[in-house]
């Protein structure tokens, strides 16, 4: 089955605010990896809610390296659709 992903703005935001080569990687694991394998998906946030987790660890082309590790919450509530809701750094204690 095809899957439309889509990703709330307020996510948006917090992606385009990533460095280029982490923001290209990450979209590809949301809008390409993702939608053809559903197996990606984490454990369920809220049971019978149908949302889970979906980890994406990404670095940067800085000398040191960097590792951006992001864990979206994304809802499968809608046929042949999924809804990427909030995302959380895994380096900040408040969601996005």
Known sequence: M???VKVAERVREFLNALPREVRVQVYQRLLVDLP???SLLGSTVFPY????????IAYDK??????WWLV?????G?????HVESVRD?????PN
């Open 62 to 67: 800085s000398p040191q390296r960097l590792r």
């Open 78 to 82: 809608s046929p042949g659709e999924l």
């Open 49 to 56: 809610a149908d949302k889970n987790t979906f980890p994406v």
């Open 36 to 38: 053809s394998d559903l």
């Open 2 to 4: 095809n899957y439309k």
């Open 90 to 94: 895994g380096n900040e204690s408040e």
């Open 72 to 76: 979206f919450i994304v809802d499968r």
